[in-house]
């Protein structure tokens, strides 16, 4: 049986605090464009931010195994 796929904060990908990256790696996508609707979102709504630092909270760092 697979492994279930998980989102861990990225190591490799890291900006700030590795969020854009671990979703990047984790929906296939490009971190810079996750790190470019991150900004957006800070801009337009207020809530980016808010919800980068939830997720720098709650989103575990990727094991070094991995």
Known sequence: ????K???RS???RFLAGIAGGLAE?????PTL???FW???????GGGIIAYL???IIIPEEPSSY
């Not at 049986?1 to 279930?4: A, N, Q, V």
């Open 1 to 4: 049986m697979t492994e279930p």
């Open 6 to 8: 998980r989102l861990f």
């Open 11 to 13: 190591p490799r990908n």
């Open 26 to 30: 984790y929906f296939g996508l490009d």
């Open 34 to 36: 996750i790190r470019f």
């Open 39 to 45: 900004v957006i979102s800070g801009f337009m709504f």
């Open 54 to 56: 939830i997720c720098w």
